[in-house]
Each structure stands twice: as C-alpha cells, then as structure tokens.
C-alpha cells in the first residue's frame, strides 16, 4: 500500500529544494557508477600478505565453451597456444587457494589479446599468456568477459583474498612490421582496437625503427607504444584508471618495466595512486618488474639491487611501492642448488652440469643496511620475493632442483621466513618439475603446466607444508615486519645458517641445515631455555640437532 507525502510547509519546501538541486549538481559532477559501488580497502600492510602467482590459461578451466574461438589459436597439446584456462575457472578454485593460505592473487593480464602472431618464417604463436594486448578495455574472450571478471574480484574479496593484475604499458602485440612500412600483418586480429586503433596514426602511437632500450619493439617484434608521446601516455593512465574503478582490484603488477623512460613512471605512478586512494583503496599496491639478468647471472646482486632499487624514488619521494626482488630469487637458487636463475648449463649429453653451492652470505647480503637503503622506506619492507616464475625454469626443473622436494622446502622455508613479500608460482605446491613438451614443430620444457592435469590435491606433503608456512607468515609479525639479524652463516661444513626475526620484544629463530648429515646447533645464546618449533610443534632444549636438508622456525619456549 503506498502512503502519501505529506505536504511540506512552506519554509521546508524551499530547504528541500535546495537539497535536491545540490544532489543533483553532486551527479552531474561525479559519475553515478562512484556512488554505486562500494570499493575494497586496501590492506593496511602489504608486508602481511602471501601472494600466489598464476598464469590465466594454464591455472583453471571453468568454461570448455570458450576454449576454441575457431582462428587456430586453441591448441592443448602445444605449449604456446591457447589451453582453455579461465575466469569462471579462478572462480571455482578460489576455495582450494584459500584453503593453501594465501592472501592475494596475481594473475596474468585478463585485456583481450591478439589471438595469433603473424607468421615467422614457419612459426605462429598465441597470446595466451596476455602479454599480446589487441584491446585494453575487454577482457579476452577465451578468458570470459568483464562482468564475469567484477564476479572473480567480488568472490576474492569475500573470502579475504585481495586481486592484483598484471598490466603492459610499453608494448602491444605485433600488428605492424618493425620498420612500420607494413602496417597489417597476418596475425589475428590484424590491427589494434581503440584507443590505438587508427592505421594512419600508427607513427603517432607506436614506436618503429627504434634503436634505444625504450623504442625498439619487445623482442624485435612487438609494437612499441610511444610512451613519450602525451596523447599515448594520457590514453594508458584512462585505461589504468578504468580498471581500477570498474573492477575494483587491489594492485597492478607491472612487466617490462625497464624497457619504459623513467620520465613516463614520474607521471603514471603517482596519478594511479592518487586516484586509488580517491576510491578508498589508500595502499593499492604497483610492483615492477625489472629483470636485470646480466647482473643476476654473474651475481653481481649489489649492482641489481641499485639498479631495480631506483625505480622506488622519485627524488626524496617514493615512486614505485615495490618491485619484483630478483635478487633474493638468485641468492636463495644459488645457495640451495648452486645455480643461477636461468638453470644449471648442459653437457654434451644433455645433462646438467652440477653447480657449486654459494655462501649463505648472498642472501644474508640481500638484507644488510646498505642495501636496504637502496630501496624507498615504503619499498623496503614489501618487495616481492619469490624463487621461480613464469619467465625461469621452475625450481625443480633438472637444471637446478631436480626434483628434490627436499631442496625445493628449503628454499620455500627461506622464502617465507625471510623480509619481503612472499610470491608462490602457482604449481609449486604440487610439485610442478616442468616436463619436455612441443612446442611448434619442435620439443622444449614447459613451466606454465596447466594445473589442472594435478588434480588440485590437498592432502600432499608439499602442500600441507606450504600451507603452513602460509600460516606463518600471515600471522606472525616477526616475519611480516621483523629485523633480520644472520646469527650462524655458513656453519659446520658451510651447511648452516641461523637467523633471528624480531619486532619489539618477540623473536623466532630459523634455523637452516642445507647438508645431507644431521647437524647439532647451539642455540643457548639466542634461545636460552629452548624454543618451540612452529613447523611442527616440537619443544627443543638449548641445544638441538637438525635434519639433514631441513629447518626449524623456533619461538622461544614460554
């Protein structure tokens, strides 16, 4: 049953209309979809966070009905085509990713991408990966669409899970040649969608001919966006905007970030910031990628560490709020298989060659003062640490773990135990060793698996073991803010290293025994009445004997 107004008094009515004309002028002002939606607040500390790392193809497929889109861009059996994973399927796995521990997802870019690359010589590949953009404002539709992509943010949300999206502002997918005289290639789709849409403005958007680290195209082929171009530079920052305020997500990771002028980061880092937080997401997190690999392969990290460190100031001020941290991934690979990042090299055979096992001083090194300097204060404390990715051979290929879970617990327990932010690859808690597999006409390894063919079990020793460290991490401020002090590097046989974290008047010790023998630690100096192990529970004297290729996380015995 309706009810009728009642009628205003005659000094109301003017009050009242003066109320709906300021509404009225608040709407014309800002979009309506602002007061709609109640945006996610950012996490007060990323520090506390643990991230999980997948690639959108290969992570879960939730929707068989958009594996195929009839170009020749769906292929299963080859690793460089399109699999089938999607949005509808992180949906339907949320719970098994929230049941590992982890607080935040990182997935590979969701805008749709150029399907297939113009023919090389005999060769075509897919943009799976989405690192290819045809058209930044949808959503691939192997992948599903945008409404479906707000659900995925939505169901994240609710389970406390925060969304971070890997976008590409230096380069599109390859639509015209490298010298820009041929302005459609084969690929398909053909030429990029707008904002980048007009063929004969392609010298106005893109970059041809380039002979710098910022103008030539990625790799030698893919169309190099005129990042000092304004019209180019506003046209990203709206686009960035966009999904931030459609989607709600929490974070940007960035790749390529080196390949783009520093001058084009001092203008979209802190405009993307600043327009987060006009949504209430006051600490949205950007974190770069800049793979420094030269220096990371010869282990000069001190020079990687400047280098990936300056992209966190800007001036005195911050820039960047974190960046990918190579060199803890390099320290760690080094001192528990003693190769680098890139694998172990090959004999003859085909065979790894064994690698000599570093100091634990590398990674006690990542750590001290004046690194630590390098980087911005907000920087500092959350740069993502992780010990593979998508662009390495996994930490169990042949050509560095081997398929050792033993060596592969270590370096996760150095992984979440040390300063940073924790990155897990998705994978790596089933025990992806990355197999030979095709690719084209030929055969190499694959270290972006589908998922799927694991069975996403549970109930594994690795699993339940990174659920613990998930744990951890998450809970225990000693290792989300603590300081790092080394307390043993490079003990008994070169096998041990012992180091405190702590906050205030809470310490944990962790101790790590990398030999194949049992190994006896003296902890009465740091631990005087014992501790307890919070990897299993067990209470320890003074004085304690640690597995071969094993470790302790200590709390100090109550």
């Avoid at 959108?56 to 958009?66: E, I, K, P």
Wanted: glycine residues 8%; aromatic residues 14%.
């Amino acid at each position: 049953m309706g009810m009728a107004l009642p009628i205003l008094a005659k000094g109301f009515r003017g009050v009242y209309t003066k109320i709906c004309m300021r509404m009225l002028a608040l709407l014309l002002i800002f979009p309506l979809s602002l007061f709609a939606q109640s945006y996610y607040p950012s996490p007060s500390d990323w520090a506390q966070q643990s991230i999980y790392f997948l690639v959108l193809d290969r992570f879960a497929n939730g929707d068989t009905s958009n594996d195929d889109l009839g170009k020749g861009e769906y292929n299963p059996e080859d690793v460089d085509f399109y699999h089938g994973g999607d949005i509808q399927g992180m949906i339907d796995k949320l719970d098994y990713l929230k049941s590992l521990g982890i607080t935040a997802i990182w997935h590979t870019p969701v805008v749709h991408n150029q399907w297939l690359s113009p023919t090389y010589g005999r060769s075509r590949y897919s943009g799976y990966h989405g690192y290819w953009a045809y058209d930044f404002y949808n959503v691939d539709p192997h992948f599903g669409t945008l409404e479906l992509y707000k659900k995925f943010v939505q169901e994240a949300h609710r389970r406390g899970i925060y969304v971070i999206q890997d976008i590409v502002v230096n380069h599109m997918g390859d639509f015209y040649s490298e010298d820009g005289k041929v302005l459609v290639q084969d690929g398909f789709p053909n030429r990029p969608a707008p904002p980048f849409a007009e063929v004969e403005k392609a010298q106005h958007y893109f970059n041809f001919n380039g002979t710098t680290l910022y103008t030539r195209g990625f790799g030698n082929t893919l169309d190099d966006l005129k990042t000092t171009n304004p019209e180019v530079r506003r046209k990203l920052i709206d686009i960035f905007k966009f999904w931030i305020r459609e989607t709600n997500i929490d974070g940007y990771r960035i790749d390529t970030v080196k390949y783009v002028e520093r001058e084009f980061w001092l203008e979209f880092i802190p405009e993307i910031l600043a327009y987060a937080r006009s949504l209430g997401k006051n600490n949205f997190i950007i974190f770069g990628e800049a793979y420094d690999y030269d220096n990371l392969v010869a282990f000069k990290l001190d020079e990687a560490d400047a280098s990936v460190a300056a992209y966190t100031w800007q001036g005195e001020a911050s820039l960047f709020p974190s960046m990918l941290d190579f060199s803890v991934s390099a320290a760690i690979t080094k001192t528990i298989v003693g190769t680098t990042l890139a694998g172990s090299p090959l004999n003859r055979e085909g065979q790894p060659l064994p690698g000599r096992l570093g100091s634990f001083q590398l990674i006690a090194d990542r750590f001290r003062t004046e690194v630590n300097l390098l980087y911005s204060a907000q920087a500092v404390s959350q740069r993502i640490t992780f010990i593979d990715n998508h662009d390495m051979p996994r930490f169990l290929h042949a050509t560095k773990a081997n398929g050792d879970w033993k060596k592969l617990q270590l370096a996760l327990l150095l992984l979440y135990t040390l300063p940073g932010v924790p990155q897990l690859y998705y994978g790596t808690e089933q025990g992806f060793v990355q197999p030979r597999a095709r690719k084209g006409t030929s055969w190499g390894s694959e270290n972006r698996q589908n998922l799927w063919d694991s069975g996403y079990r549970t109930d594994t020793e690795l699993f339940r073991y990174v659920q613990r460290l998930n744990a951890l991490r998450t809970t225990r401020s000693e290792l989300a803010r603590g300081w790092f002090v080394p307390l043993l590097v490079d003990g008994p046989y070169g096998n041990l290293f012992v180091y405190r974290r702590s906050v205030r008047n809470n310490q944990l010790v962790v101790v790590i025994n990398r030999g194949t023998m049992r190994q006896r630690v003296e902890l009465r100096t740091w631990l005087p009445q014992g501790g307890v192990d919070l990897l299993t529970e067990r209470t320890t004297g003074a004085s304690v004997e640690v597995e071969p290729q094993s470790g302790l996380v200590l709390a100090p015995k109550q």
